[in-house]
Structure formats: structure tokens, C-alpha cells
């Protein structure tokens, strides 16, 4: 039985477990960064190949575009072809919004511009499933007792993705919402007071008086602190003007 003296069958696999119980079961990082991560490379192939040949897909990626990240991604995961054919009919859009008779300067063609920077057919679409997807868990840990074990075994969640999860959670019974939100606050603290430590370590390190000390687990903290408050590991590899030291 469970804590609510619940008979405790096997955990059931089915359309919205089975993505979820494969990004949990690594036990590296964030699970919902996983969740994510996995849905977007679906989403860049997805408009890179077959798809971006479909009027109904070519005309959301025309009106949305994308963020530069996700711009990147498509650089990387579509042929040249692909992309170019993307971009021809995207530019071609923003040429009618944005400089409409060939003028721009337009009240509404300014907004259209500017409009132009907050909108990713990607980040919507992502946006979109991930919010499912953490309700999807919500209801398996509510369910299932051996995914609600898997889930306090994550080594941590991200902050973004902390505030996802309690956000989802309160749509459970008050008692279940409790245990889920101390369940979630645990794997974020955890890793909030590991980080806090770390960064710390590492910023005594630069002291001349700590030369020859052990680095710890320190070297790499920048990474991790930004990776868990953003849930976006940084690019490190930038010339910084010898300043990445």
C-alpha cells in the first residue's frame, strides 16, 4: 500500500508515461530540462524535414519565426536547402509586415518589427507540450507510487522548472499538493545549497592564499549556478578577453 493506504499496483505504461519515465530514468540533471531538450530537437527536425513543405506548418513558422537559440537549432539540424527555403518565405513575410510598399516607417510597421522579437514558432510549440508534460507527471506521481520513488531520486530541479512543477501541483488534492511541493522543494534546495557552497569554494580559490588547495568540486560551478537558475547551461567557450580563466 501507499501513504494513503492505497493498494500499489505496477506502474502502467501508456502514451503520456512512457516519455516521461525515460526522462526521468537517467537520474542526470533535471529531468524536465530533458523533457524539453528531447522536444525541441523533435521540433527542429520536424520543420527541417517533410514538414517544412506543408502550407499550414510554413505559414506559423512565417508568422512566428524563431529566437536566435532555436535559430541555431535548426542551423544545425536541417540540410542548407531546408533552412534557405525556411528563410526565403520567412523574409518575405517580414518584408510585407515590416516594410509594407517598401516603407517602414509606419506606426504598424514598427510594431510589426518589434513584434518580430518575441515570438518562436519553436518556443510556442515547446512551450505548449511542456506544459502538458508537467501536468502528465503530476498525474503519474499522483498515481503511480513506484514513478513517485523515481521522482525523489532525481538528483535536482532546476528553478525554472521548480516553479513549472509547484505551479501543476496545485491542482492536486490539498493533502497530495503538500508532499508534492516538499517532494519538489527538496531536489531544488538540495541543489541550491550543493551550488551556493561551490560557487563559493570557488571564488576563495582566486585568493593567493588558497593557492595548491583543492579545487573540489568547484571548477566547474559557473556553469552549473547558471544552468539551475536559467535552465540553460551557458556557452563557456567564448573569447571573453582572456577573462575565462
Not at 530537437?41 to 502550407?55: D, H, K, S, V
Amino acid at each position: 500500500m501507499n501513504v494513503y493506504g492505497k493498494v500499489v499496483l505496477p506502474m502502467r505504461e501508456d502514451i503520456c508515461s512512457i516519455p516521461i519515465n525515460e526522462a526521468f530514468g537517467p537520474k542526470q540533471g533535471c529531468p524536465f530540462c530533458r523533457i524539453r531538450d528531447a522536444a525541441e530537437e523533435r521540433m527542429a527536425l520536424y520543420i527541417t524535414g517533410a514538414a517544412m513543405m506543408q502550407p499550414d506548418v510554413r505559414q506559423e513558422t512565417n508568422r512566428l519565426g524563431f529566437c536566435p537559440r532555436h535559430f541555431d537549432q535548426v542551423l544545425q539540424k536541417g540540410s542548407r536547402l531546408s533552412v534557405a527555403l525556411i528563410l526565403e518565405s520567412l523574409l518575405a513575410q517580414v518584408a510585407e509586415e515590416a516594410f509594407p510598399q517598401g516603407r517602414g516607417a509606419s506606426k504598424k510597421a514598427r510594431a510589426a518589427a518589434a513584434a518580430r522579437q518575441e515570438t518562436c514558432f519553436i518556443c510556442e510549440n515547446v512551450d505548449r507540450g511542456m506544459a502538458h508534460s508537467v501536468e502528465c507527471v503530476v498525474a503519474l506521481w499522483q498515481r503511480e507510487e513506484e514513478f513517485r520513488q523515481l521522482y525523489a531520486s532525481q538528483p535536482y530541479i532546476c528553478l525554472p522548472h521548480y516553479a513549472m512543477a509547484l505551479k501543476a501541483g496545485q491542482k492536486l488534492p490539498r493533502r497530495e499538493a503538500a508532499l508534492f511541493q516538499e517532494a519538489t522543494a527538496r531536489l531544488s534546495q538540495k541543489a541550491l545549497g550543493a551550488l551556493q557552497e561551490d560557487v563559493t569554494h570557488f571564488c576563495r580559490m582566486y585568493d593567493y592564499r588558497n593557492a595548491g588547495e583543492d579545487w573540489g568540486t568547484s571548477r566547474d560551478a559557473i556553469q552549473r549556478a547558471v544552468g539551475w537558475l536559467t535552465s540553460r547551461k551557458p556557452d563557456m567557450s567564448q573569447d571573453a578577453g582572456g577573462k575565462n580563466r
